[in-house]
T-cell receptor, first 113, second 117 residues
Framework: GAVVSQHPSWVICKSGTSVKIECRSL??????MFWYRQFPKQSLMLMAT?????????EQGVEKDKFLINHASLTLSTLTVTSAHPEDSSFYIC?????????FGPGTRLTVL | AQTVTQSQPEMSVQEAETVTLSCTYD???????LFWYKQPPSRQMILVIR??????QNATENRFSVNFQKAAKSFSLKISDSQLGDAAMYFC??????????????FGKGITLSVRP
């Protein structure tokens, strides 16, 4: 199957700072990237869908100014959590989309102190 | 909008036994994909099995098989010869064929499966 990487796998930051998470499709071109958020023991919640070279489409209730998504190339998408607060602490997962399937990255655990 | 329901939050199975995880969904579409994903403690999402709605034959992957009942909108996962490594959270998911690569996944709430040695 296709491989997606995420970096960093774990990050701790202070409240008020910004954090960038990178998502790369290593062996395929992902015209579409999906960003999810997951709390412990809960399901994945879709935050936004991004297409290469276009603005991301955010799900209802997701603050686009807080969660900045950039899909600069067919293999790289980034999620920046701006002015992070403790309530932004969560597990963030990206996925590269193909016609028949999505391929998931290993996730990034964000802890905001 | 499509919905996916997993009504059992937890299940337990004895090692080497068989267990069935239930999933129902609601859609007005006639063609779509259904998936079962496994999320072990590492939290990496792993595709277990995929079913195309237009295919009447139930998908099978080694010890994993599905019972796809399109009219009943039911999509259960059977795990045979359960192993300790099968312990994980399992998610049922729906994806429309419309929208191609942009098509979103709709997940159920998930079920935590434990395997007793």
């Amino acid at each position: 199957g296709a491989v997606v990487s995420q970096h960093p796998s774990w990050v701790i930051c202070k409240s008020g700072t910004s954090v960038k998470i990178e998502c790369r499709s290593l062996d395929f071109q992902a015209t579409t990237m999906f960003w999810y958020r997951q709390f412990p023991k809960q399901s994945l919640m879709l935050m936004a869908t991004s297409n290469e070279g276009s603005k991301a489409t955010y799900e209802q209730g997701v603050e686009k100014d807080k969660f900045l998504i950039n899909h600069a190339s067919l293999t790289l998408s980034t999620l920046t959590v701006t002015s992070a607060h403790p309530e932004d602490s969560s597990f963030y997962i990206c996925a590269g989309g193909l016609v028949y399937e999505q391929f998931f990255g290993p996730g990034t655990r964000l802890t905001v102190l | 909008a499509q919905t996916v329901t997993q009504s059992q939050p937890e299940m337990s199975v004895q090692e080497a036994e068989t267990v069935t995880l239930s999933c129902t969904y609601d859609t007005s579409e006639s063609d779509y994909y259904l998936f079962w994903y496994k999320q072990p403690p590492s939290r990496q999402m792993i595709l277990v099995i995929r079913q195309e709605a237009y295919k009447q034959q139930n998908a099978t992957e080694n010890r994993f098989s599905v019972n796809f009942q399109k009219a009943a909108k039911s999509f259960s996962l059977k795990i045979s010869d359960s192993q300790l490594g099968d312990a994980a959270m399992y998610f049922c998911a729906y994806r429309s064929v419309l929208g191609g690569a942009n098509s979103k996944l709709t997940f159920g709430k998930g079920i935590t499966l434990s395997v007793r040695p």
